[in-house]
Protein backbone atom coordinates (compact mmCIF):
# COMPACT_ATOMS: atom_id res chain seq x y z
CA UNK A 1 0.00 0.00 0.00
CA UNK A 2 1.12 3.47 -0.64
CA UNK A 3 0.76 6.74 1.75
CA UNK A 4 -2.40 7.70 -0.16
CA UNK A 5 -3.95 3.74 0.22
CA UNK A 6 -2.91 3.72 3.56
CA UNK A 7 -4.37 7.18 4.63
CA UNK A 8 -7.49 6.59 2.87
CA UNK A 9 -7.59 2.93 4.89
CA UNK A 10 -7.46 4.84 7.73
CA UNK A 11 -9.78 7.46 7.21
CA UNK A 12 -12.25 4.43 6.51
CA UNK A 13 -11.43 2.77 9.48
CA UNK A 14 -11.87 5.98 11.76
CA UNK A 15 -15.17 7.51 10.22
CA UNK A 16 -16.93 4.35 9.86
CA UNK A 17 -20.86 4.30 7.82
CA UNK A 18 -19.45 7.93 6.34
CA UNK A 19 -20.00 7.06 2.86
CA UNK A 20 -20.30 10.74 1.57
CA UNK A 21 -17.07 11.79 3.40
CA UNK A 22 -15.05 8.63 2.23
CA UNK A 23 -16.44 9.33 -1.49
CA UNK A 24 -14.92 12.93 -1.31
CA UNK A 25 -11.62 12.02 0.46
CA UNK A 26 -11.05 9.28 -2.30
CA UNK A 27 -11.87 10.97 -4.86
CA UNK A 28 -9.17 14.37 -3.98
CA UNK A 29 -6.52 11.74 -2.50
CA UNK A 30 -6.23 9.86 -5.70
CA UNK A 31 -6.17 13.25 -7.81
CA UNK A 32 -3.14 14.21 -4.88
CA UNK A 33 -0.54 11.08 -5.91
CA UNK A 34 1.58 13.26 -8.15
CA UNK A 35 2.19 16.53 -6.27
CA UNK A 36 2.44 14.04 -3.06
CA UNK A 37 5.13 11.82 -5.43
CA UNK A 38 7.04 15.45 -5.91
CA UNK A 39 6.89 15.94 -2.34
CA UNK A 40 7.91 13.32 0.29
CA UNK A 41 8.56 16.15 3.24
CA UNK A 42 4.43 15.73 3.26
CA UNK A 43 4.42 12.51 4.48
CA UNK A 44 7.26 12.95 7.01
CA UNK A 45 4.88 15.65 7.97
CA UNK A 46 1.65 13.73 8.58
CA UNK A 47 0.25 16.00 5.98
CA UNK A 48 -2.54 13.84 4.41
CA UNK A 49 -3.41 12.39 7.68
CA UNK A 50 -3.96 15.99 9.06
CA UNK A 51 -6.00 17.26 6.22
CA UNK A 52 -8.38 14.41 6.65
CA UNK A 53 -8.93 15.38 10.13
CA UNK A 54 -11.55 18.15 11.13
CA UNK A 55 -9.89 20.16 13.52
CA UNK A 56 -13.12 20.44 15.39
CA UNK A 57 -16.38 18.93 15.16
CA UNK A 58 -19.03 20.11 17.38
CA UNK A 59 -22.11 18.27 17.27
CA UNK A 60 -25.19 19.52 19.67
CA UNK A 61 -29.31 19.09 20.85
CA UNK A 62 -31.70 21.59 19.48
CA UNK A 63 -34.36 21.32 21.43
CA UNK A 64 -37.58 23.25 20.16
CA UNK A 65 -41.46 23.93 20.13
CA UNK A 66 -43.83 23.69 17.27
CA UNK A 67 -46.80 26.04 16.84
CA UNK A 68 -48.89 23.06 19.37
CA UNK A 69 -46.24 23.64 21.89
CA UNK A 70 -45.30 19.89 20.91
CA UNK A 71 -40.99 19.12 22.11
CA UNK A 72 -38.76 18.01 19.15
CA UNK A 73 -35.49 17.48 19.42
CA UNK A 74 -32.94 18.14 16.54
CA UNK A 75 -29.22 17.29 16.28
CA UNK A 76 -26.84 20.19 15.06
CA UNK A 77 -23.20 20.23 13.69
CA UNK A 78 -20.73 22.61 12.75
CA UNK A 79 -17.50 20.72 11.36
CA UNK A 80 -14.41 23.30 11.27
CA UNK A 81 -12.16 21.19 8.69
CA UNK A 82 -9.15 23.08 8.17
CA UNK A 83 -8.16 26.62 9.22
CA UNK A 84 -4.66 26.73 7.71
CA UNK A 85 -5.86 29.74 5.09
CA UNK A 86 -8.40 31.55 7.04
CA UNK A 87 -11.05 31.50 9.34
CA UNK A 88 -13.41 28.50 9.15
CA UNK A 89 -15.86 29.05 6.27
CA UNK A 90 -18.79 27.33 4.79
CA UNK A 91 -22.34 26.84 4.30
CA UNK A 92 -25.22 25.79 6.95
CA UNK A 93 -27.77 22.61 5.52
CA UNK A 94 -30.94 21.97 7.09
CA UNK A 95 -32.28 18.83 6.06
CA UNK A 96 -33.47 15.48 7.16
CA UNK A 97 -30.81 13.53 5.57
CA UNK A 98 -28.29 15.33 7.18
CA UNK A 99 -25.59 13.85 9.72
CA UNK A 100 -22.06 13.86 10.72
CA UNK A 101 -20.78 12.14 7.42
CA UNK A 102 -22.35 14.41 4.84
CA UNK A 103 -21.62 17.99 7.06
CA UNK A 104 -17.90 16.49 6.56
CA UNK A 105 -17.85 15.41 3.35
CA UNK A 106 -19.24 19.38 2.56
CA UNK A 107 -16.38 20.62 5.34
CA UNK A 108 -13.59 18.58 3.22
CA UNK A 109 -14.97 19.93 -0.45
CA UNK A 110 -14.68 22.93 1.13
CA UNK A 111 -11.27 23.13 1.99
CA UNK A 112 -10.25 22.80 -1.75
CA UNK A 113 -13.15 25.06 -2.98
CA UNK A 114 -12.31 28.33 -0.71
CA UNK A 115 -8.38 27.73 -1.42
CA UNK A 116 -9.83 27.86 -5.41
CA UNK A 117 -11.38 31.41 -4.72
CA UNK A 118 -7.83 32.36 -4.04
CA UNK A 119 -9.27 34.71 -1.03
CA UNK A 120 -8.49 33.73 3.15
CA UNK A 121 -10.84 31.59 4.17
CA UNK A 122 -10.66 28.03 5.23
CA UNK A 123 -13.06 25.33 5.48
CA UNK A 124 -15.53 24.21 7.56
CA UNK A 125 -19.39 22.84 7.41
CA UNK A 126 -22.59 22.65 9.46
CA UNK A 127 -26.06 21.76 9.58
CA UNK A 128 -29.01 19.66 11.26
CA UNK A 129 -31.23 17.14 10.38
CA UNK A 130 -34.12 19.49 10.63
CA UNK A 131 -36.65 19.25 8.07
CA UNK A 132 -37.71 22.80 6.96
CA UNK A 133 -40.37 21.56 4.67
CA UNK A 134 -44.09 22.27 5.65
CA UNK A 135 -43.02 24.36 8.61
CA UNK A 136 -44.14 27.70 9.63
CA UNK A 137 -42.39 30.92 9.53
CA UNK A 138 -42.29 31.22 13.47
CA UNK A 139 -41.46 27.33 13.43
CA UNK A 140 -38.53 27.93 11.30
CA UNK A 141 -37.61 31.54 13.60
CA UNK A 142 -37.51 29.31 16.95
CA UNK A 143 -35.71 27.05 15.04
CA UNK A 144 -32.77 29.29 14.52
CA UNK A 145 -32.70 30.89 17.30
CA UNK A 146 -32.30 27.54 19.66
CA UNK A 147 -29.01 26.31 16.82
CA UNK A 148 -27.56 29.98 17.26
CA UNK A 149 -28.12 29.44 20.78
CA UNK A 150 -25.55 26.93 20.66
CA UNK A 151 -23.03 28.00 17.44
CA UNK A 152 -23.07 31.09 18.94
CA UNK A 153 -19.95 29.92 21.25
CA UNK A 154 -17.93 28.44 18.53
CA UNK A 155 -18.43 31.36 15.57
CA UNK A 156 -17.00 35.07 15.03
CA UNK A 157 -16.08 37.11 12.03
CA UNK A 158 -12.55 36.17 12.57
CA UNK A 159 -13.09 32.61 13.53
CA UNK A 160 -15.69 30.53 11.50
CA UNK A 161 -18.05 32.72 9.44
CA UNK A 162 -21.45 30.37 8.64
CA UNK A 163 -23.94 30.85 5.32
CA UNK A 164 -26.55 29.09 3.27
CA UNK A 165 -27.00 26.11 2.28
CA UNK A 166 -30.06 23.79 0.94
CA UNK A 167 -32.57 25.07 3.62
CA UNK A 168 -30.86 27.88 4.70
CA UNK A 169 -31.48 30.59 2.78
CA UNK A 170 -31.73 34.37 3.40
CA UNK A 171 -34.92 34.50 5.76
CA UNK A 172 -32.61 31.69 8.23
CA UNK A 173 -29.36 33.44 7.96
CA UNK A 174 -31.89 36.46 8.83
CA UNK A 175 -32.97 34.92 11.96
CA UNK A 176 -29.81 33.42 13.09
CA UNK A 177 -28.12 37.05 12.47
CA UNK A 178 -30.65 38.62 15.00
CA UNK A 179 -30.08 35.75 17.67
CA UNK A 180 -25.80 36.35 17.51
CA UNK A 181 -26.61 39.91 17.68
CA UNK A 182 -28.71 39.22 20.92
CA UNK A 183 -26.34 36.73 22.41
CA UNK A 184 -22.79 38.36 21.60
CA UNK A 185 -23.80 42.48 21.33
CA UNK A 186 -21.97 42.04 18.48
CA UNK A 187 -22.53 43.53 14.81
CA UNK A 188 -19.94 42.30 12.28
CA UNK A 189 -19.56 40.08 9.09
CA UNK A 190 -20.32 36.68 11.59
CA UNK A 191 -22.69 35.37 8.69
CA UNK A 192 -22.86 35.75 4.91
CA UNK A 193 -26.33 35.65 2.62
CA UNK A 194 -27.25 38.13 5.14
CA UNK A 195 -30.40 40.67 4.08
CA UNK A 196 -28.84 43.68 2.44
CA UNK A 197 -30.05 46.53 4.99
CA UNK A 198 -27.64 44.49 7.47
CA UNK A 199 -23.96 43.90 5.78
CA UNK A 200 -25.39 41.69 3.04
CA UNK A 201 -23.63 42.13 -0.56
CA UNK A 202 -25.40 42.53 -3.66
CA UNK A 203 -25.35 39.21 -5.93
CA UNK A 204 -24.54 36.92 -2.89
CA UNK A 205 -27.98 35.01 -3.75
CA UNK A 206 -27.16 35.04 -7.58
CA UNK A 207 -23.66 34.26 -7.28
CA UNK A 208 -23.03 30.13 -6.92
CA UNK A 209 -25.73 30.17 -9.75
CA UNK A 210 -24.12 32.94 -12.26
CA UNK A 211 -20.49 31.25 -11.48
CA UNK A 212 -21.43 27.95 -12.18
CA UNK A 213 -22.77 28.85 -15.41
CA UNK A 214 -19.62 31.59 -15.59
CA UNK A 215 -16.93 28.21 -14.88
CA UNK A 216 -19.50 26.41 -18.06
CA UNK A 217 -18.71 29.59 -19.76
CA UNK A 218 -14.97 28.95 -19.87
CA UNK A 219 -15.11 25.67 -20.16
CA UNK A 220 -17.08 25.91 -23.73
CA UNK A 221 -15.33 28.45 -25.05
CA UNK A 222 -12.52 25.48 -24.66
CA UNK A 223 -14.74 23.70 -26.94
CA UNK A 224 -14.86 26.79 -28.97
CA UNK A 225 -18.25 27.23 -28.11
CA UNK A 226 -20.36 29.07 -26.34
CA UNK A 227 -24.32 28.91 -24.37
CA UNK A 228 -25.66 30.99 -27.25
CA UNK A 229 -28.42 28.12 -28.62
CA UNK A 230 -27.60 25.67 -26.27
CA UNK A 231 -29.95 23.33 -24.89
CA UNK A 232 -29.28 23.27 -21.12
CA UNK A 233 -30.82 20.85 -18.46
CA UNK A 234 -31.03 22.18 -14.47
CA UNK A 235 -31.62 19.79 -11.48
CA UNK A 236 -33.60 21.06 -8.49
CA UNK A 237 -35.14 24.62 -8.31
CA UNK A 238 -33.61 25.96 -5.10
CA UNK A 239 -30.87 29.17 -4.76
CA UNK A 240 -28.43 27.48 -7.12
CA UNK A 241 -30.75 26.47 -9.69
CA UNK A 242 -32.64 29.04 -10.25
CA UNK A 243 -29.84 31.43 -10.81
CA UNK A 244 -27.96 29.24 -12.85
CA UNK A 245 -30.91 29.43 -15.24
CA UNK A 246 -31.06 33.30 -15.23
CA UNK A 247 -27.11 33.55 -16.40
CA UNK A 248 -27.63 30.66 -19.06
CA UNK A 249 -30.65 32.19 -20.86
CA UNK A 250 -28.70 36.07 -20.32
CA UNK A 251 -26.23 34.08 -22.56
CA UNK A 252 -28.78 33.09 -24.97
CA UNK A 253 -29.06 29.42 -23.76
CA UNK A 254 -32.48 27.70 -23.43
CA UNK A 255 -33.25 25.28 -19.89
CA UNK A 256 -35.64 23.08 -20.70
CA UNK A 257 -35.59 21.14 -17.30
CA UNK A 258 -35.59 21.57 -13.95
CA UNK A 259 -36.52 19.77 -10.96
CA UNK A 260 -37.35 19.64 -6.86
CA UNK A 261 -36.88 16.19 -4.88
CA UNK A 262 -40.25 15.03 -6.09
CA UNK A 263 -39.93 15.07 -10.12
CA UNK A 264 -38.94 17.17 -13.01
CA UNK A 265 -40.38 19.25 -15.84
CA UNK A 266 -39.46 19.59 -19.28
CA UNK A 267 -40.13 22.68 -21.13
CA UNK A 268 -39.86 22.34 -25.00
CA UNK A 269 -40.13 26.14 -25.77
CA UNK A 270 -37.52 26.52 -22.29
CA UNK A 271 -38.32 26.81 -18.83
CA UNK A 272 -39.91 30.09 -17.60
CA UNK A 273 -38.08 31.41 -15.23
CA UNK A 274 -40.25 34.43 -13.44
CA UNK A 275 -42.93 31.07 -12.96
CA UNK A 276 -40.57 29.08 -11.40
CA UNK A 277 -39.30 31.75 -8.78
CA UNK A 278 -42.81 32.59 -8.33
CA UNK A 279 -43.40 29.13 -7.21
CA UNK A 280 -40.45 28.49 -5.53
CA UNK A 281 -39.16 31.64 -3.61
CA UNK A 282 -42.72 33.19 -2.94
CA UNK A 283 -45.11 30.09 -2.81
CA UNK A 284 -43.42 27.35 -1.88
CA UNK A 285 -44.48 25.07 -4.19
CA UNK A 286 -43.67 21.68 -5.86
CA UNK A 287 -41.78 22.15 -9.30
CA UNK A 288 -45.15 19.90 -10.11
CA UNK A 289 -47.26 23.25 -10.80
CA UNK A 290 -45.31 24.89 -13.30
CA UNK A 291 -47.97 22.64 -15.83
CA UNK A 292 -50.85 24.05 -14.42
CA UNK A 293 -49.00 27.53 -16.14
CA UNK A 294 -47.87 26.24 -19.13
CA UNK A 295 -49.72 23.42 -20.32
CA UNK A 296 -46.80 22.80 -22.91
CA UNK A 297 -44.98 21.29 -20.52
CA UNK A 298 -44.78 18.02 -19.04
CA UNK A 299 -43.91 16.72 -15.06
CA UNK A 300 -42.43 13.10 -14.69
CA UNK A 301 -42.69 11.65 -11.41
CA UNK A 302 -39.58 11.32 -9.28
CA UNK A 303 -35.93 13.58 -9.91
CA UNK A 304 -33.69 11.25 -11.76
CA UNK A 305 -35.54 11.07 -14.67
CA UNK A 306 -34.65 14.27 -15.41
CA UNK A 307 -30.88 13.32 -17.22
CA UNK A 308 -33.13 11.57 -19.98
CA UNK A 309 -33.78 14.73 -21.26
CA UNK A 310 -31.56 15.99 -24.24
CA UNK A 311 -29.44 18.68 -24.00
CA UNK A 312 -26.49 19.82 -24.79
CA UNK A 313 -25.01 21.22 -21.57
CA UNK A 314 -26.02 19.56 -17.71
CA UNK A 315 -25.61 21.37 -14.83
CA UNK A 316 -27.03 19.33 -11.63
CA UNK A 317 -27.16 21.83 -9.40
CA UNK A 318 -29.54 19.75 -6.22
CA UNK A 319 -27.61 17.78 -4.11
CA UNK A 320 -25.06 14.84 -3.79
CA UNK A 321 -24.97 11.55 -6.15
CA UNK A 322 -28.23 12.83 -7.95
CA UNK A 323 -26.59 11.65 -11.30
CA UNK A 324 -25.52 8.20 -11.33
CA UNK A 325 -23.77 6.11 -13.71
CA UNK A 326 -26.76 5.69 -16.35
CA UNK A 327 -27.79 9.08 -16.44
CA UNK A 328 -24.19 9.80 -17.44
CA UNK A 329 -24.32 7.32 -20.10
CA UNK A 330 -27.78 8.67 -20.96
CA UNK A 331 -26.51 11.78 -21.43
CA UNK A 332 -23.28 11.13 -23.46
CA UNK A 333 -25.75 9.17 -25.85
CA UNK A 334 -27.87 12.11 -26.03
CA UNK A 335 -24.76 14.10 -27.28
CA UNK A 336 -24.41 16.12 -23.68
CA UNK A 337 -20.91 18.11 -24.16
CA UNK A 338 -20.62 19.72 -20.84
CA UNK A 339 -21.70 19.06 -17.24
CA UNK A 340 -20.51 21.81 -14.48
CA UNK A 341 -21.81 21.05 -11.39
CA UNK A 342 -23.43 23.66 -9.37
CA UNK A 343 -24.43 21.17 -6.39
CA UNK A 344 -21.93 19.76 -4.48
CA UNK A 345 -20.90 16.08 -5.45
CA UNK A 346 -23.93 15.56 -7.29
CA UNK A 347 -22.11 13.34 -9.95
CA UNK A 348 -21.28 9.73 -8.36
CA UNK A 349 -17.61 8.62 -8.93
CA UNK A 350 -19.10 6.07 -12.37
CA UNK A 351 -20.72 9.17 -13.95
CA UNK A 352 -17.47 11.16 -13.52
CA UNK A 353 -15.29 8.30 -14.94
CA UNK A 354 -17.80 8.13 -17.87
CA UNK A 355 -17.67 11.41 -18.66
CA UNK A 356 -14.25 11.72 -18.88
CA UNK A 357 -13.49 8.76 -20.85
CA UNK A 358 -16.15 10.06 -23.21
CA UNK A 359 -14.43 13.64 -23.97
CA UNK A 360 -17.32 15.77 -22.41
CA UNK A 361 -16.44 18.86 -20.67
CA UNK A 362 -16.47 18.17 -17.03
CA UNK A 363 -16.47 21.42 -14.35
CA UNK A 364 -16.49 19.15 -10.50
CA UNK A 365 -18.72 21.36 -7.69
CA UNK A 366 -15.57 22.67 -5.73
CA UNK A 367 -14.84 24.64 -9.06
CA UNK A 368 -17.94 25.46 -10.56
CA UNK A 369 -19.88 25.83 -7.74
CA UNK A 370 -17.29 28.33 -6.29
CA UNK A 371 -18.99 31.42 -7.07
CA UNK A 372 -21.66 30.99 -3.73
CA UNK A 373 -18.47 30.92 -1.54
CA UNK A 374 -16.31 33.33 -3.44
CA UNK A 375 -19.21 36.38 -3.20
CA UNK A 376 -19.07 35.37 0.70
CA UNK A 377 -15.92 36.24 0.59
CA UNK A 378 -16.65 39.68 -0.71
CA UNK A 379 -19.13 39.80 1.63
CA UNK A 380 -17.11 39.72 4.27
CA UNK A 381 -14.25 42.30 3.12
CA UNK A 382 -17.31 44.84 2.43
CA UNK A 383 -18.65 43.82 6.24
CA UNK A 384 -14.95 44.59 7.63
CA UNK A 385 -14.64 47.77 5.54
CA UNK A 386 -18.12 48.89 6.43
CA UNK A 387 -18.92 49.43 2.84
CA UNK A 388 -21.12 48.12 0.34
CA UNK A 389 -20.34 47.54 -3.31
CA UNK A 390 -22.20 47.85 -6.65
CA UNK A 391 -24.11 44.85 -7.60
CA UNK A 392 -22.00 45.61 -10.90
CA UNK A 393 -18.82 46.02 -9.37
CA UNK A 394 -19.45 42.51 -6.96
CA UNK A 395 -20.48 40.82 -10.29
CA UNK A 396 -17.44 41.80 -11.93
CA UNK A 397 -15.17 40.05 -9.50
CA UNK A 398 -17.32 37.02 -9.26
CA UNK A 399 -16.72 36.76 -12.76
CA UNK A 400 -13.25 37.48 -12.76
CA UNK A 401 -12.52 34.85 -9.78
CA UNK A 402 -14.57 32.09 -11.42
CA UNK A 403 -12.14 33.21 -14.84
CA UNK A 404 -9.48 32.63 -12.59
CA UNK A 405 -10.41 29.00 -10.85
CA UNK A 406 -11.17 27.81 -14.55
CA UNK A 407 -7.63 28.23 -15.39
CA UNK A 408 -5.78 27.55 -12.13
CA UNK A 409 -7.80 23.62 -12.72
CA UNK A 410 -6.61 23.87 -16.06
CA UNK A 411 -3.23 24.49 -15.48
CA UNK A 412 -2.71 22.15 -12.86
CA UNK A 413 -4.16 19.51 -15.05
CA UNK A 414 -1.97 19.95 -17.43
CA UNK A 415 1.10 20.13 -14.88
CA UNK A 416 0.52 16.69 -13.75
CA UNK A 417 -0.42 15.01 -16.31
CA UNK A 418 -3.82 15.04 -17.04
CA UNK A 419 -4.65 17.80 -19.42
CA UNK A 420 -8.44 19.04 -19.42
CA UNK A 421 -8.88 16.48 -16.15
CA UNK A 422 -10.82 19.63 -14.01
CA UNK A 423 -10.93 17.07 -11.13
CA UNK A 424 -7.39 17.05 -10.61
CA UNK A 425 -7.10 20.29 -12.04
CA UNK A 426 -8.97 21.56 -8.74
CA UNK A 427 -8.10 19.41 -6.27
CA UNK A 428 -4.53 20.05 -6.79
CA UNK A 429 -4.70 23.43 -7.62
CA UNK A 430 -7.05 24.07 -4.20
CA UNK A 431 -4.32 21.91 -2.09
CA UNK A 432 -1.19 23.51 -3.04
CA UNK A 433 -1.83 26.83 -1.32
CA UNK A 434 -3.66 24.81 1.78
CA UNK A 435 -0.51 22.37 1.87
CA UNK A 436 1.71 25.04 1.47
CA UNK A 437 0.13 26.74 4.41
CA UNK A 438 -0.23 23.87 6.87
CA UNK A 439 3.93 22.87 6.18
CA UNK A 440 4.75 27.06 7.12
CA UNK A 441 2.80 26.89 10.34
CA UNK A 442 4.33 23.72 11.64
CA UNK A 443 2.46 21.07 13.61
CA UNK A 444 -0.52 22.08 14.79
P1 LIG B 1 -32.00 25.00 -1.96
O1 LIG B 1 -32.47 24.50 -0.66
O2 LIG B 1 -32.28 26.41 -2.34
O3 LIG B 1 -32.51 24.08 -3.14
C1 LIG B 1 -32.21 22.71 -3.18
C2 LIG B 1 -32.84 22.10 -4.41
O4 LIG B 1 -32.35 20.78 -4.56
C3 LIG B 1 -34.34 21.99 -4.30
O5 LIG B 1 -34.92 22.05 -5.57
C4 LIG B 1 -34.51 20.62 -3.66
O6 LIG B 1 -35.77 20.03 -3.89
C5 LIG B 1 -33.42 19.84 -4.34
N1 LIG B 1 -32.97 18.78 -3.44
C6 LIG B 1 -32.45 18.94 -2.21
N2 LIG B 1 -32.18 17.75 -1.63
C7 LIG B 1 -32.55 16.83 -2.52
C8 LIG B 1 -32.55 15.43 -2.51
N3 LIG B 1 -32.07 14.73 -1.45
N4 LIG B 1 -32.99 14.80 -3.61
C9 LIG B 1 -33.45 15.50 -4.67
N5 LIG B 1 -33.49 16.85 -4.73
C10 LIG B 1 -33.05 17.49 -3.68
O7 LIG B 1 -30.41 24.74 -1.94
P2 LIG B 1 -29.29 25.38 -2.87
O8 LIG B 1 -29.81 25.69 -4.21
O9 LIG B 1 -28.63 26.45 -2.08
O10 LIG B 1 -28.24 24.17 -2.95
C11 LIG B 1 -28.24 23.24 -4.02
C12 LIG B 1 -26.88 22.56 -4.10
O11 LIG B 1 -25.87 23.56 -4.34
C13 LIG B 1 -26.42 21.82 -2.84
O12 LIG B 1 -25.63 20.72 -3.22
C14 LIG B 1 -25.53 22.85 -2.14
O13 LIG B 1 -24.60 22.24 -1.28
C15 LIG B 1 -24.84 23.47 -3.36
N6 LIG B 1 -24.24 24.77 -3.17
C16 LIG B 1 -24.99 25.84 -2.71
C17 LIG B 1 -24.40 27.07 -2.57
C18 LIG B 1 -25.18 28.27 -2.16
O14 LIG B 1 -24.60 29.36 -2.15
N7 LIG B 1 -26.46 28.15 -1.84
C19 LIG B 1 -22.97 27.28 -2.86
C20 LIG B 1 -22.31 26.13 -3.42
C21 LIG B 1 -22.94 24.92 -3.54
P3 LIG B 1 -36.87 20.02 -2.73
O15 LIG B 1 -37.38 21.43 -2.64
O16 LIG B 1 -37.90 19.07 -3.19
O17 LIG B 1 -36.17 19.57 -1.49
O1 LIG C 1 -21.21 24.89 -0.55
C1 LIG C 1 -20.97 26.11 -0.50
O2 LIG C 1 -19.94 26.59 -0.97
C2 LIG C 1 -21.97 26.97 0.15
N1 LIG C 1 -23.03 26.48 0.55
C3 LIG C 1 -21.69 28.43 0.33
C4 LIG C 1 -20.79 28.66 1.51
C5 LIG C 1 -20.59 30.09 1.90
O3 LIG C 1 -19.93 30.28 2.93
O4 LIG C 1 -21.04 31.01 1.21
Redesign the pocket.
Known amino acids: MDYVERVFEAVKKRNPGEAEFHQAVNEVLNSLRPVIAKHPEYEKAGLIERLVEPERQIIFRIPWQDDQGKVHVNRGFRVQFNSAIGPYKG?I?F?P?VYLGIIKF?GFEQVFKNSLTGLMMGGGKGGSDFDPKGKSDSEIMRFCQQFMNELFRHIGADTDVP?????V?GREVGYMFGQWKKLTNLFNGVLTGKGLSFGGSLARTQ??GYGCVYFADEMLKDLKTSFDGKSVVIS??????IYAHEKVTQLGGKVVAM????GFVHDPEGIDLATVKRLKEVEFKRIKEYVSAFPRATYTEG?FGIWNTKCDVALP????N?LEGMAAETLVKNGCIAVAE???M?STPEAVEIFLAAGVSFGP?KAA?AG??STSGLEMAQDSQRESWTFEEVDMKLHRIMVNIHSAAKNAAAEYGTPGNLVNGANIAGFIKVASAMMAQGLV
Not at 317 to 320: E, F, L, N
Request: hydrophobic share 25%; charged share 10%.
Open positions: GRHSLAGDIGGATGSGNVASDSNCCATQEGANPGNGV
